[in-house]
């Protein structure tokens, strides 16, 4: 099951953290989970609140075809079978009071888990049940908690949610791996404890790279893992035009682009033509950086390419 995550006005570490421990949970009862992160930067409307139970009757919702509507644009050929919205309701009127889940969306305001990441895993479980129940069409007990056996354990809640989703379990999906892809070489060479430097090579195109050093695959301040990693040619919210991003496991947003510092980096890939210093802080900087990138981009030509990394 995958599951595409939209932000607006939300603190990203907490979402990306959250997530992380949320696959770690769901990978310990075998529930097949993936899920990716994109920002969001589409002002959501509210509608009066539907489908309340008889102790809800009023209060309002952000517009489940909004949230369809805008992971449909932003998915970046993502395939997923759920889009869930984590948003602030204080940026929007009128504000949200009861978010709905149902088989396309999930809301999750972030007065729910106040900046809290176990609060944060706790409401993702909890909604999630109300989706698998909804898919299964089952009697839904998300809510029968303090009537069952785990009330009197210590993370009762936790374990509620992931007995429930064990009884749930979708289907495990075939991952269609194709080798007919182009093939990106990056091999890496000389490294410190600031900076990773090698060289790039896809057919007669070569060039330097630069990344942060290795840091156990940290976000923001680690390289990624050596290895087989797809790139895709997708919108990148930071930089406000395609790139080429390389899918990580627990990690998102690395992507291929211009740079002339380490320091510029968190955790993505520089190019350029040769090294210097240019900041005179006796570590290499990369130079032609841009145009380097930019011959780069030309070459794949928007493609899917694999990038192995040695």
């Keep these: 099951m995958d599951t595409l995550i939209l932000k607006t006005n939300i603190n ?17 009862i075998s529930f097949p989970f993936e899920y990716k992160i994109v920002n969001s930067s589409f002002k959501y ?13 009023s209060g309002y919702m952000v517009s489940p075809n909004e949230i369809y509507l805008e992971a449909k644009k932003l998915n970046n050929g993502f395939s997923y079978d759920l889009a869930t919205l984590i948003f602030n309701p204080n940026f929007i009127t009128p504000k949200p009071t009861n978010p709905v889940c149902n088989g396309d969306v999930m809301q999750i305001p972030n007065d729910w888990f106040a900046e809290d990441i176990n609060a944060f895993v706790l409401y993702f479980l ?3 049940c109300h989706h698998r129940f909804w898919a299964t069409k089952r009697y839904d007990t998300t809510h029968d908690f303090y009537t069952s056996e785990f009330k009197q354990m210590s993370d009762g809640f936790i374990k509620y949610y992931l007995h429930l989703l064990s009884q749930m379990k979708p289907e495990a999906k075939q ?4 080798n007919d892809l182009p093939i990106v070489y990056l091999k890496r060479a000389y490294g410190d404890n600031k900076q990773q430097l090698g060289d ?7 060039c330097k790279t630069m990344e942060l050093s290795w840091r156990n695959n940290q976000r923001n301040i680690s390289n990624i893992p050596k290895g087989k990693h797809l790139m895709k040619w997708t919108f990148s919210p930071r930089f406000g035009r395609f790139t080429y991003e390389i899918f990580v496991a ?26 210097g210093d240019l900041n005179r802080d006796n570590h290499a900087d990369i130079l032609n950086s841009r145009i380097t990138v930019k011959k780069f981009e030309e070459l794949l030509n928007k493609r899917d390419a694999w990038l192995i990394i040695e």
């Design 250 to 275: 627990g990690r998102n947003g690395i992507r291929i682009h211009s740079a002339s510092w380490y320091s510029q980096l968190n955790g993505c890939i520089a190019l350029g033509t040769h090294y």
């Design 175 to 178: 991952k269609q791996i194709n």
């Design 45 to 57: 409307t509210s509608l009066p609140f539907t489908g309340a139970s008889e102790e809800v009757r």
């Design 200 to 206: 790039l090579t896809f057919g007669n195109f070569k």
């Design 126 to 128: 909890h909604e999630l």
């Design 12 to 28: 990203n570490d907490i979402t990306e953290k959250g997530m992380i421990k949320v696959k770690e949970l769901l990978n310990s």
